[in-house]
């Protein structure tokens, strides 16, 4: 997919000023990438953004072979004249450098969304899996050896990949030269913008129908609302929801668990069960809707997250947290585990211990669940997260000072 996107207003008092073109690859743009690229474009209207993204579809494929589709499909596109190139770590930039030369003289930057060292791997694929393939491992080093600059959109997947990068490097049968290592050691973390004006002016329009509808009825004070806004896969931690549930349920807590989220052909069986027993918490809750599913349209969603009291993460595998970040944004608690890249964001207050047992783990979830559940019915305003570090104008500044020095170093 090709995109442009220039913003005319930023020109308009200097006739002769040209905007920066900037070209953004995305070999694998799945909905934190397209979101990532959506919010800059709006964050920095003053560069002008060429889009080039690919479906997050047939991943092996996707990751090794979008250089070679990218090259013979679109070589007008990628020979014209660009001031930075903004590339996903997922794109094979040293091939793509090779099919199309012009490339390599454009000061470019390298994201990191995610790495693969840290994903999870669930038991049918490591049954399936004999030879470990690090074809996926392999192109972001790569890619991220021919970069200007190297971004990352937390510590903890900054800190993963050089500890995965570490340990691949020392099984390889061939050494590695040390300077590789630290080529990639000199990276910095830059996150995600997600959108705060958009989010706190649309929380702002509920914040006042939310109180009137609580005041006004006793059973909305009682009851504690819970939000789960994870994709529908093993990596967000279906089992841990699961568990959740059960005890919700097996007690009939005055708790009510809704479910977001995209969901995909081949989910979790877990899934089936956890929208069983959502039926069966309507049923005694008396709740007249409770939302288990994915939600069409940003305005909607947003609703259903001005309305709750606590977003919830069961999360294996989390390399920011961008859906509980604007369920906080909108005026949500949150309940996270006590790693991945939840504690840059969250303090101890937000946070429950992951244990070995999912049983364990969810008695935890649940006794903070309860806690919140009684500071609501007293009136007592449940404690918010502040995020200011990723402030719509802080994010914005932070970007200018990465993109800036390396767009004046091309001209100069």
Known sequence: MINTSTNKEACKNNENAIPKKILLLSAYDAASHKLWRQRLTELLPQFQWIHLSLPPRNFAWKIRGNSLLWAQSERDLLEQHYDLLLATSMVDLASLRGFVPSLGSI?????????????????????SRAIDNIEPKLVPIYSALCANKILFNSNFNRDSFLEGVRKLFKKLPDKIPEAAYKALQKSEVLAVPIGQKKIFDFAAKHQQEKANKVSSNQLNRDQLQVVWNHRWEYDKGPDLLLEVLRIL??????????????????????????????????????????QCGYIEGQSTYYTLLCSVDVVLSTALHDFQGLAI????????????????????????????????????????????????????????????????????????????????????????
């Open 107 to 127: 000061p470019t930057i390298v994201y990191f969304h995610e790495n693969q060292f840290e994903y999870p791997i669930d038991n049918e694929r490591k049954e």
């Open 249 to 290: 349920v097996k007690r009939q807590l005055p708790i009510v668990l809704q479910l977001a989220g995209e969901k995909f052909r081949h989910s979790p069986l877990e899934f089936e069960e956890i929208c069983n027993l959502i039926s069966k918490q309507a049923s005694y809750t008396k709740s007249q809707s409770i």
């Open 325 to 412: 970040q604007e369920a906080c944004l909108a005026g949500c608690t949150p309940l996270v585990p006590d790693d991945l890249a939840y504690p840059e964001y969250f303090c101890t207050a937000f946070r429950y211990q992951r244990c070995e047992q999912n049983t364990q783990s969810a008695a935890n979830i649940v006794a903070r669940l309860l806690n919140w559940q009684k500071l609501k019915s007293m009136g007592t305003i449940l404690p918010k997260a502040e995020l200011s570090e990723l402030a719509d104008q802080k994010l914005s500044e932070n970007y200018q000072k990465i993109f800036l020095p390396l767009i004046t170093a091309e001209k100069d």
